[in-house]
Structure formats: C-alpha cells, structure tokens
C-alpha cells in the first residue's frame, strides 16, 4: 500500500523528532558540566582572593559528603517526580523520625535500631503509597499533611528533647558504632554516605532504565491512563516510587543523625526542597517519565558545590534560601517553556 | 450572500506554521465571507486544525497574514483573537462543570453592580443568547445536569457572548444523535443569517454537502482548492481530499470462521448493560453497532478485565476467565484498543517504540532486566506492515499526524499476538490512507485465526469489514444481522431502534 503513505514533510527536519542518544549524553552530561563550570568559578574566586579555603582536599571532602547526603534523598524523591507524582514533602520529618527511632532503640542494639529506624521510615512510605497511589490523592497536599502528622507525633512523644546516643545506651561500642559508621573512610578518601550514594545511584538507574518496574513506571508517569489502559498496575507502580522516596530519605536520616550525633525534630529540615531542586536541575521534569538518576545526582553536586561556594563567599542561609528558589523557579520555568514550545506536548 | 460582492470577513495572506520535523501549514490564502458556511476538508494531517489554532491565537510565530473585516490582524494570544471577533468551539468542550450554565456563558463578560455580580443581569443576559441557539433552561442550572446535545449549543450561546464575526466549528456533530444533528443545522443556519461567517470542520462528507456554501480542501499542509459546494460532487472532494481516486475500498478476503473462541453469558454491568450474550469465533469480525451511550465501551471494559462485571460468565475457548485485572486478561491474549488515542491508548511524550511495547512490557525480560532489544523485530515489522511514517522507533509520539498514531495504537495491541482484540472505534478522525491500512491489518488478523470485535460508529466500517453485527441499543442486544443483510441504511435504522422488529 504505497499509495496509503504518508507524505514526508520536509525531511531534512526529522532529526529533530527523535531525542538520540547523543542528545541524551549530553544533557546528562550537561549538569555535570555544569558542576565542572562552578569548580573553576569557585578556583578564579579564590585566585581572585575573594574565597580562600576552595580548593583543598579538605573542602573537596566536605563537599562530597554532603553531596552524598543530599544526593542519596534525591534519588528516591527522583522516582516520585519521575512518576508524575511531582513531590514527597514528608521526607524531612521521615529524615528526622527515622534518626530519632534508631537512637531511641540503641540500647538494643546497633543492628536491631537500624532496622526499627528504616522500618519507620517504610512505614511513613507505605501510608504514602496507599494514599497516594490508590487512592490517588494530590501528591503535594497529602505529603505535605503526612509530615505535619509525623511532626505531630514526634513532638508529642518526645516533646523538644534532643535524644544522644550515649545517654540511650550505656554499651560503649554501640555509641561509637553509631557516631562513627558515617565517618568510615575507604582509603581515607571515599566516606560511607558516598559509597552508598554510588550504590544507591548505580542501583536506582538500572532500576529505572533496566528493569520491568522502570518500563512500567516511565509509561506511567508520562501518561498514567495510558499505562493503566495497557494493563500496568498503576497504583502499585506509583506506591514502590513513595516506598523508595521514604526508604532514601529514611538513609539519609541514619546518617544525618549519625553525624550530628543526635536524634531531632530538626534533622532533614529544607531537605524535601534541596532534593526536589536536584532532581529538577538534574533533568527530572515535573511532568514527569524524563529524566535520569545520574542526572540527578548532578543536580546534588551542583547545589553542593553552589552551597559550598556561597558559604564561602559569606552569603547568608537566608539569601541562600532566596538563591536556590530563584534557580529552581528559572528551571522550571525553561522546562515548561521547552515542552510548551513543542506545541504538542500533553504536560 | 449575493454573487456580486460578497463581504469577506476573514482572509488570510499566505500563512504558515512550522512546528519540529514538519510544516503544518505551508503558505495558505484562505478566504471567508460574512453570511456563508465554510467547510474544511482534508485528511488528518492535513493542517485544517493547525490553521484555525492560527486563527484561535494558540501560536505567536506563524508566518503570514491574517486580516479580519479587511484590517490586518496580530492573533497571538486567545484573548487577542477572541477580541477582534473570533469565536472557537471545538470537540470538547471547554464548558466548567459544577457551575451554573447562566456562569458558563457570561463567564469573561460578568455583569457587575458595583463589585458584586448582577444576578439578575446575568440570568437575562444567559436566556438571550441561549434563545439565539434554541434553549431554553434554567441558567441557574449546574452543567453537569444537561446533555451533552445542550452542553454543546450551551458552548455555542457562550461564544455568540463575545460577539463574534467568525464563528469555527471543529466536529461540531461527533457526538451528536440524527435529531441534535438536525437541529444543530438550524441553528447554524439562523447565523449565518445573522451575517456570520462560519468555518465548519468536518471528517462527514454529507454532513458538508448538507449545511455548507463553500469548501476549501487542505492536503499535506497547502491548499488544494476553495469552491462553490455546489459546483462539486462528493467524489471529486475525496478525490482532492486524497491526491488519488478512491478505489473499491473494502475488497473483502474470504476466512473461514471456526470454533467459538469466546463466548459470554448474561453479562451485566449495572446501569450500563444487562444480560448480555455474546459468542465470537475464531477468524471472524464481528460487529458491535449502537449508538453512544448504548453501552459498548461500558461493555468492552468488563469484556477485557478493566472494570468487573455484576453478573454473568466469560469463557476463553470453553475455559472461564476466573481471574480479575486487565493484565490477566492480557496474559491471556485478550486486548483492547481504547476509543481515546490521546488520553487512554498512547504516550504522546515518549517515543513509537516504548508505545509500542507497552503492552507487552511483561514479556521483555531477561532475567532481571527488561531488554527494549527483545522487541525490535516485533517494531520494525510492524512499522513495516502498517507503512508508518516517520519509520524511525525513536520518534517521540506527538511529533506524528493523528493517523499515524493510530497505526502505533494498532501496533501496539498487534505486538502481543492477541488472540482475540475488541477494536473501540478504530479509526475515529483519521485520514483515509490510515483507515485502509488499517481495516487491512484487522482483517489480516482475523484471517490468520484471531477473533476481533469490532465497535464502530463508522457504518461503511461496520458493513464492510463485520462478518455479522450485533445492534445495542439502551444496554441490551436487540438484533444480529449477517453480512449480507448488513446496509448502512439497515444498521442506522435498526441502531435508532426505527426497524420493523
């Protein structure tokens, strides 16, 4: 049936229809790029003498780590964005439960109050899941009430006290034990929190490019009832994603409380919005189904290295707030305005 | 509209709309005169909705101009368009549901005293416009509690609200019954008595020939031709519409029809279907004909495991379907292909090829991982065997023409080997190159042994592909007629319940 065909319209366009693989590594590579650009920026800063302190391997160190904080709660925040499902905003209060369980219960134990602590934070998950996957409520209202119940429940049951380690336990390798896992360095370079980030990274990209569930999830998130037409479980799809987000976080919380050795409301405050901006200027859009977690592991070295050079600069947490949300509200403005300027995008 | 100096409201000069990849619109003189209805004709993909969007404002880089009542024109932004006089009503409606219909058609426009609304003003103002196109209802009444018929003319008596000059009407009768349709028709006739020019969109050839004054055809994003409706036959218009002459469009195989391959007994659904017995065979089409609302794509969720049934039995080759959930069902060789392209059968975003696997996805696994590899031959042929274009899997969806998608769509429920694939509306609104390719491929497919149900408002579809059709009527089965009692005329008759039974 030649004659059924379509005519081409102006071929030599058609490259553009098709997002290739070279494109792909670029943008991928592209954050990264970026993060290059803010190492020399910060590198002239200091030969200009306006930082000092930039460029040693001290620094580097500190950077990295708190990368790998924020980078391993972007990652599972990464699945809820990449399911079309935008936020977790409990993640801060799941951050801060998780830590404070896990002290609470050290006197049984270094291994048994790891796993009371992750399992609390599965369980925030979980509620999550149900609610916003099968019951479909709004991702952002429902996250956003679950974290004020967490803190409800935290500042009910121990009020505004900051637990310690050592006044929980009285067993001194238990203490050390947990003030110490996170400091563990391999060849006294590579930190645990970065490990895992590695881990966790290489983990959730096979996870998302290479396995059924992220087929699955990419139809989902670009167009839900689509996936649910072709016989995907979408609720399920979309439950693992908060399950992921709260088991992250949950990670993260260990180790902000680990290092800060101290049990908190506090802990993990800001960090629902330092993970979604990674994830966004990682190439994660909100509308989700694009994107990649190596992108978006980027996106936590570039907001790293951006903190690390303002604080240097002395600019203050506050204009520092004022900075990121500005960064974030101009991604996503470009995002938008790139899909829209399609035509046909159906975000 | 007297012959020797008719008003031209619209024209526009030579304009032009490119998007990534293709010129949707390529250099177009269209003109409209004040008091006539304007068809406009082409394939899907030919660029008529890209136009009139160009007309709406929804683009600020077309090329080109747009004059409207002789003065030049800038329409980049709806709100500038509808300001000189451009009124738009498209197949959906863009009416908002919990409020009042009075609300609805004075939305924009809200009579004020002082701050508050004028209540009264509002109601008075509502009754006006709907009496222009017939109506007459509550204006306090919520949206949600009327048809879909007055829904429509509810749309058309907001848009007369702005005043317009230019009035475009995109499918106005797609969902319509005969009755509304007539009665549309009046309407429309009153305005262009009022002096509108009316831009009438329309896949319905008779449809154009009855309502109509002139008639541009589009192709490939030009214009192919503006005449005199009178001037021209049906034949000639399809004949410009498809750059070739329309040959014996359905050249039917014979198949030899076997066992019954799936039988369903007294299935019910609750206020959608009752009692419902079907029995489809192995190599054979069978036809559902009804019209909407009689319950079919109601009846096509419970027959693929999308929603459950209230009672009643399902057998797959003599065996009863026990399990729940559409991907059991799947697991079976049971698929569907959904009545929305856009909203329930594709990802526009994401590309031919992840549309195509979709339903299989299960399938493509090697060990842990799901291998895209393990597809490609199944995407390459049916790229091949349904000719689309462009040819490249990676092709992100939206950038193809609307009956390309809907070859993906086909593809993508092709890939699983379905043994039995219930069709809802396969080829609604597209070009009538995708439509052969297509009624050959289900054909194909019943021919090597499969069974197909087929649901279609498209009756030439229905009477040339089905080996028999069953008419539904208000959820029920009410007759079967064979291929050969099957006619157009019969299967409206007998689907508007007007039959000598």
């Given at each position: 049936m030649a004659t059924a065909e379509m005519k081409p319209i102006d071929v030599p366009d058609a490259r553009y229809l098709r997002s290739s693989r070279f494109s792909r590594i670029v943008n991928v590579a592209g954050i990264y790029g970026i993060a290059v650009l803010f190492i020399i920026a910060g590198a002239v800063l200091q030969g200009l003498g306006v930082i000092n302190n930039f460029m040693t391997t001290r620094n580097f160190l500190n950077i990295i780590d708190a990368v790998a904080l924020l980078g391993i709660v972007a990652a599972g925040m990464a699945f809820v964005t990449y399911s079309g499902h935008y936020a977790d905003l409990s993640v801060p209060t799941t951050m801060a439960l998780t830590g404070i369980v896990t002290v609470e219960l050290l006197h049984y134990g270094f291994v048994p109050a790891v796993l009371a602590g992750l399992a609390v934070g599965l369980l925030i998950g979980a509620v999550n899941a149900v609610v916003v996957g099968r019951f479909r409520a709004n991702p952002i209202i429902w996250t956003l009430a679950m974290s004020y119940v967490t803190m409800g429940v935290i500042r009910l049951v121990w009020v505004n006290r900051q637990i310690y380690p050592d006044v929980q336990t009285d067993n001194l390798r238990t203490i050390a034990l947990f003030d110490g896992i996170f400091r563990l360095r391999l060849f006294?370079?590579?930190?645990l929190p970065v490990l895992l980030m590695i881990l966790i990274m290489l983990a959730g990209h096979f996870l998302m490019t290479r396995t059924v569930y992220g087929a699955q999830l990419k139809l989902t998130g670009s167009a839900r009832r689509t996936a649910t037409f072709s016989g995907v479980n979408a609720e399920r799809v979309v439950g693992i994603a908060f399950l992921l987000a709260a088991f992250t976080a949950a990670v993260g919380g260990l180790i902000i409380t680990s290092l800060s050795r101290v049990g908190a409301w506090y802990n993990g405050t800001g960090y629902e919005f330092r993970a979604v901006t990674a994830v966004v200027i990682g190439g994660v859009t909100l509308a989700g189904g694009r994107g990649t977690i190596i992108g978006v592991i980027g996106g936590a070295f570039v907001i790293g290295l951006m903190n690390n050079i303002m604080t240097l600069i002395g600019i203050g947490t506050f204009s520092q707030d004022m900075i990121r949300g500005a960064i974030f509200i101009l991604v996503v403005g470009i995002n938008a305005k790139s899909l829209r300027s399609l035509g046909r995008d159906d975000a | 509209m007297s012959e020797d100096g008719p008003v031209v409201a619209l024209e526009m000069k030579q304009v032009g709309k490119r998007f990534p990849g293709t010129?949707?619109?390529?250099s177009v003189d269209f003109e409209v005169y004040a008091g006539e209805v304007h068809a406009l004709v082409g394939e899907n993909g030919a660029g008529k909705s890209t136009l009139m969007k160009m007309l709406a404002g929804s683009f600020n880089d077309y090329t080109g101009e747009i004059l409207i009542n002789g003065e030049k024109v800038d329409l980049h932004t709806p709100s500038m368009a509808m300001k000189h006089g451009v009124g738009m009503i498209y197949q959906e409606l863009s009416l908002a549901d919990p409020i009042s219909i009075g609300e609805n058609i004075v939305a924009g426009h809200l009579p004020r005293r002082g701050v508050f609304v004028d209540r009264a003003a509002l109601a008075a103002e509502a009754k006006r416009l709907m009496s222009i196109v017939g109506l007459d209802l509550d204006p306090d009444l919520p949206i949600e509690e009327i048809s879909q018929h007055e829904a429509q003319l509810v749309e058309i008596a907001k848009v007369l609200g702005t005043n317009p000059s230019i009035l475009v009407m995109d499918e106005p009768t797609s969902a319509l019954s005969r009755d509304e349709v007539e009665r549309l028709f009046a309407i429309i006739g009153n305005l262009r008595k009022r002096g509108l020019a009316i831009v009438y969109i329309s896949h319905h050839l008779p449809e154009v020939f009855r309502i109509a004054d002139r008639v541009t055809v589009m192709r490939d994003g030009k214009k192919v031709a503006s005449r005199d409706i009178a001037s021209l036959t049906r034949e000639e218009i399809v004949q410009m519409m498809v750059g070739r002459s329309v040959k014996e469009f359905y050249s039917r195989a014979e198949r030899t029809i076997g066992e019954v391959r799936y039988r369903v007994k007294d299935l019910s659904r609750w206020g959608f279907f009752h009692h419902v017995d079907l029995e489809a065979r192995v190599g054979e089409i069978l036809g559902i004909c009804g019209l909407s609302g009689a319950g079919r794509s109601e009846l096509a969720r419970v027959l693929v495991g999308l929603d459950p049934a209230d009672e009643g039995t399902m057998e797959l080759d003599g065996t009863v379907l026990s399990g729940s959930g559409m991907a059991y069902y799947l697991a079976k060789g049971i698929a569907y292909l959904t009545e929305d392209r856009k909203s329930e059968g594709l990802a526009l975003r994401l590309s031919m090829e992840d549309n195509i696997l979709s339903s299989i996805v299960p399938r493509l696994r090697r060990g842990l991982r799901y291998d895209k590899r393990l597809g490609r031959t199944t995407v390459r042929d049916l790229v091949r065997a349904l000719s689309i274009y462009p040819t490249d899997p990676a092709v992100t969806l939206a950038n193809l023409s609307g009956g390309n998608q809907q070859k993906v769509l086909l593809a993508k429920w092709l890939a699983g080997g379905p043994r039995v694939l219930i069709l809802d509306e396969p080829t609604r609104g597209v070009d009538i190159g995708a439509k052969v390719i297509i009624h050959e491929a289900v054909e194909k497919l019943a021919g090597a042994g499969n069974t197909v149900i087929l649901i279609s408002s498209d009756l030439p579809e229905l009477v040339g592909l089905a080996d028999r059709v069953l008419i539904m009527r208000q959820g029920r089965f009410v007759r079967e007629m064979s291929y050969e009692q099957c006619t157009e005329e019969s299967l409206l008759l007998a689907a508007n319940g007007e039959e000598s039974a």
């Open positions: 006294n370079v590579v930190s | 010129i949707a619109v390529d």
